[in-house]
């Protein structure tokens, strides 16, 4: 018995030395996405507004119909890159129908600027987007540009017979 109990204490011992090393702590990437941010926007000759979580937008196109809250199902097309260009995905044209607050942090409080008809891009640091772990093709602490184009706000009638969002690009959570 005496053996045994001293089993079980040196195999509790290494599985939590084991889980305690395994485990990452999230890196704040805040400072070093503001940084990109600002530049790419300064290499672009873009003027765009910064919310107070540090999500940064440029309207292109105001809209002139509905705007949608953080809890909206929208219809949006899209185009999601990187701060070099590279493509991660984009819709078609006809866009996709999502519920916001299913969606990314930045997509929840960035959508709602715009109205429907309207265009824009959202740069959106890591904190709103995918965090500091890499996910997917994603790599952790990467800044996600999303070029928007608000195609609908839909009400509870129109959400079934929409397209729905299929697409492989995390935007979901």
Avoid: R
Avoid at 19 to 26: F, G, L
Avoid at 95 to 123: A, C, M, N, Q, R
Avoid at 127 to 154: C, E, R, T
């Amino acid at each position: 018995m005496k053996h045994l109990f001293s089993a079980l204490v040196a195999l509790t011992l290494f599985i939590s030395c084991s889980t305690t090393e395994d485990i990452k702590e999230p890196t704040d990437y805040t400072a070093k996405n503001d940084k990109e941010i600002t530049d790419y926007l300064a290499k672009n000759n873009l003027t765009a507004q910064k919310t107070n979580s540090g999500l940064y937008y440029v309207i292109e196109e105001t809209g002139t119909g509905a705007q949608p809250t953080a809890a909206s199902n929208v219809t949006i097309a899209y185009k999601a890159y990187f701060i070099n260009g590279t493509v991660l995905e984009e819709s078609d044209e006809e866009g996709v129908s999502l519920d916001l607050s299913k969606t990314i942090p930045g997509w929840v409080e960035g959508i709602p600027v715009f109205k429907e008809g309207g265009s824009g891009t959202l740069l959106i640091p890591s904190h709103l987007a995918y965090g500091s772990f890499s996910y997917g093709p994603i790599p952790g602490g990467s800044v996600i540009l999303f070029d928007i184009k608000l195609i609908s706000v839909n009400n509870g009638e129109q959400i079934s017979t929409l397209k729905q969002s299929k697409k492989a690009m995390p935007i979901i959570k």
